[in-house]
């Protein structure tokens, strides 16, 4: 089973709005991973968690703060976003840290985030 | 630093057509290739994946790719698509640092009937 789910699928937020995006995965991996994807692009890589450890953040705004409460869950906090924020995000996760490069990423189905 | 280019934007093939996607990468060493492909709206489902060994790689749904160092290409093929095909199809190498993946810009693909 190669099953990384996200919730929510959907969410509309206002600009001082507080809210989280959830990822979880029951495969064993130790590596995972926040993306966002505007419409007509490929997905740009935000964050990567290894063994629950910050390992890499692609200068991401303060406004987004990720967080990897154990190995199977992966949140992502929003607040004071911009309408410039709406996008795909999707969440993926690898099986070893250390395998670098040939280590698989299996995507979530993402959630779909409307910023007002 | 890595990069992937998908020259095509958007290819159109009929249904029973075969299919051939083009992916060109730019690496120093040996490149870690993938495919996925994504249904509108959705994740990215990984289709194949080259780290080594045979050059051609067979994946899900019945496609496949050559890796050609000497062109540094790994182009995506299928003998005949079927309109549940349509998506849009994203070549990726691994990056040589951490678990990062570089994405090309991606090609569209219609079928027509």
């Known amino acids: 089973d190669t099953e990384v789910t996200q919730t929510p699928k959907h969410l509309v937020m206002g600009m001082t709005n507080k809210k989280s995006l959830k990822c979880e995965q029951h495969m064993g991996h130790r590596a995972m991973y926040w993306y966002k994807q505007k419409a007509k692009k490929p997905p740009e890589l935000m964050f990567v968690?290894?063994?629950?450890?910050?390992?890499i953040n692609e200068s991401v705004p303060s406004r987004f703060s990720p967080e990897c409460p154990n190995s199977s869950l992966l949140n992502l906090h929003l607040h004071a976003l911009q309408p410039e924020d709406s996008a795909l995000y999707l969440c993926?996760?690898?099986?070893?840290?250390?395998?670098?490069?040939?280590?698989?990423?299996?995507f979530g189905p993402g959630t779909r985030l409307t910023v007002l | 630093a890595q990069s992937v280019t998908q020259p095509d934007i958007h290819i159109t093939v009929s249904e029973g057509a075969s299919l051939e996607l083009r992916c060109n990468y730019s690496y120093g060493a040996t490149p870690y290739l993938f495919w996925y492909v994504q249904s509108p709206g959705q994740g990215l489902q990984l289709l194949l994946k080259y780290f080594s060994g045979d050059t051609l790689v067979q994946g899900i749904k019945g496609f496949e790719a050559e890796f050609k160092r000497s062109q540094s290409s790994f182009n995506l093929r299928k003998p005949s698509v079927h309109w549940s095909d349509a998506a849009e199809y994203f070549c990726?190498?691994?990056?040589?640092?951490?678990?990062?993946?570089?994405f090309g810009a991606g090609t569209i693909l219609r079928v027509k009937s």
């Open positions: 993926a996760s690898s099986q070893d840290p250390a395998g670098g490069s040939t280590d698989t990423q299996y």
């Open positions: 968690y290894s063994y629950e450890k910050l390992s």
């Open positions: 990726a190498v691994g990056a040589n640092y951490g678990n990062k993946l570089v």
